[in-house]
């Protein structure tokens, strides 16, 4: 059940029509996102599991490295040697060890200071050619050397759409299940990684926190500078008429995990800046130029007016450039054949924080498969024991519904629950027409229908299914906890 024939199956079960623009509008915000929401919050197995991968990596240590950390004049950056040091491991510089990588380092005196990193680089040309890492706080000195470390990741996140997580497999050849069980359990049991000291192959999952970026709150500006030479559409993309925003983004997926456009996905993204104005691109001669994107690395004192600062520029976030098209001016460019779905944003190209200004000259296919997020945040989930090395886990997870913007969308509803989300569609539907009375019929009406399902479906006798004593260990406290904490479906 799509938007359109939700609409068409409210509008013929209440002698009602949403025909304009504006009364479509109404509809999607007023009547359907409300109705997905309550039934994802009352019923989430009426959406169905989906599958996400996550991975997660060893720790490292100055033996394993070939290296020591060292200060630096710059209190926000640390140093990890040469880049051709004699003996030390390369440091993996693009992106994917920022933002869940933490530091544990040892001083001279015996004390430990913990920081987070943001993110690792090579030095700029003109300054030496070293490895180095961004803090998220100062380091007390500039003159420590030879210190020992431990680099370690102390969670990982899933997707920001996903609300739960069922269970996991470890990608390996011993294929360990993973089993959700609460974060109390996992101290109470001593599996909680305290400097290393738990260490394996993973067995259970706990979440643990959240973790949001704040949004940019300043619209880009989009111009197409008038029969400019300087700046013309390229294509292969046709002109049209166009809207823009943006988001912070902090770290990468991995490699393995590239998205289907061929870039990484960012481990943690914002949600949208406010969207630029309606700018059309009448024919091959104007491309779209977008200012006003915001340093945000100077806001953070990544981008300082000391000149030579080692941190200028690598506070780790990034920005994403998202567009929408609303309109194909056909005769010009080399595909004119592609939708433009006026509210749907897809992802363009990423830029550096300190980055401000962007030309689109139609060269980029946005990403059909990356819309703009609906980010709220980011689910900090936890392992035990700590991954003892690089590890890829394939998770059966729920994922909070996406709202629907094109006609064709549809939620990821079981179709034996289509039902219920059309009678919470009918009571929202009456909330808007201010008919309280019928919006309470109908809500008693999804109350009736969701208890029968809970009681078909129900297990009256409490039966849990027997565990084979081969699975763990005699004395692991799983074998008696597994039964209780095996999710659903």
């Given amino acids: 059940m799509n938007l359109v024939t939700a609409r068409e199956k409210v509008g013929d079960l209440r002698s009602r029509r949403w025909t304009s623009d504006d009364a479509k509008r109404v509809f999607r915000v007023s009547v359907l996102e409300p109705a997905i929401k309550q039934l994802a919050s009352e019923c989430p197995e009426a959406f169905i599991p989906d599958e996400e991968t996550c991975v997660v990596y060893q720790d490292w240590n100055q033996d394993s490295l070939g290296r020591t950390l060292a200060a630096t004049p710059d209190p926000y950056v640390l140093s990890l040697g040469l880049v051709a040091l004699p003996g030390g491991q390369p440091i993996v510089v693009n992106g994917t060890w920022d933002a869940i990588y933490y530091l544990e380092v040892v001083r001279s005196d015996g004390t430990v200071l913990r920081r987070r990193c943001r993110e690792f680089f090579v030095a700029q ?13 100062v380091w007390p000195n500039s003159t420590d050397t030879g210190m020992s470390f431990r680099l370690y990741q102390p969670y990982f996140y899933t997707r920001d759409d996903v609300t739960d997580v069922v269970d996991g497999r470890v990608f390996n050849q011993n294929q360990q299940i993973v089993f959700s069980v609460p974060a109390g359990a996992v101290r109470f049991f001593g ?9 394996g192959t993973p067995r259970r999952l706990s979440r643990w926190g959240h973790e949001q970026i704040p949004a940019p709150n300043r619209a880009p500006t989009a111009t197409a500078p008038n029969q400019d030479p300087t700046v013309p559409w390229l294509g292969q993309e046709p002109p049209g008429t166009f809207r823009y925003c943006y988001t912070y983004v902090w770290g990468k997926r991995d490699e393995e995990l590239v998205a289907p456009g061929s870039s990484l996905d960012p481990m943690i993204e914002s949600s949208p800046s406010p969207v630029s104005a309606l700018v059309t691109v009448p024919n091959m001669t104007n491309a779209v130029v977008l200012s006003n994107l915001v340093n945000i690395d100077y ?6 007016v000391v000149a030579g600062s080692l941190r200028n520029g690598h506070s780790g976030w990034r920005k994403r450039i998202y567009r ?16 433009f779905p006026e509210n749907v944003y897809f992802f363009l190209d990423e830029v550096d924080g300190i980055t401000t200004t962007f030309t689109d000259a139609g060269t980029i296919t946005p990403d059909y498969y990356r819309r703009l997020p609906e980010s709220t945040g980011y689910f900090k989930w936890v392992l035990s024991p700590h991954a003892d090395g690089k590890h890829t886990i394939d998770w059966r997870v729920y994922r909070r519904p996406g709202t629907l913007l094109a006609d064709t969308d549809a939620p990821p509803v079981h179709p034996d629950f289509e039902d219920m989300l059309l009678t919470l569609l ?9 008919q309280p009375a019928e919006a309470a019929d109908y809500q ?29 260990d005699w004395g692991d406290w799983n074998r008696y906890a597994l039964a209780r904490t095996v999710p659903g479906p």
Wanted: aromatic residues 10%; glycine residues 8%; contains cysteine.
């Fill in 191 to 199: 599996e909680e990684d305290y400097r290393g000291n738990s260490r």
């Fill in 125 to 137: 040309p003109g300054q030496d050619d070293g490895y180095y890492v961004s803090l998220d706080k």
């Fill in 426 to 434: 009918c009571k929202w539907a009456a909330q808007a027409d201010k």
């Fill in 324 to 339: 929408a098209r609303a309109s194909v001016i056909s005769g010009a460019g080399t595909q004119n054949d592609i939708e």
């Fill in 299 to 304: 806001e953070q004192n990544f981008d300082p």
């Fill in 444 to 472: 008693a009406q999804f109350t009736d229908k969701l208890g029968k399902w809970r009681a078909k479906d129900a297990n009256p006798a409490a039966a849990t299914v027997p565990i084979s004593w081969s699975m763990q």
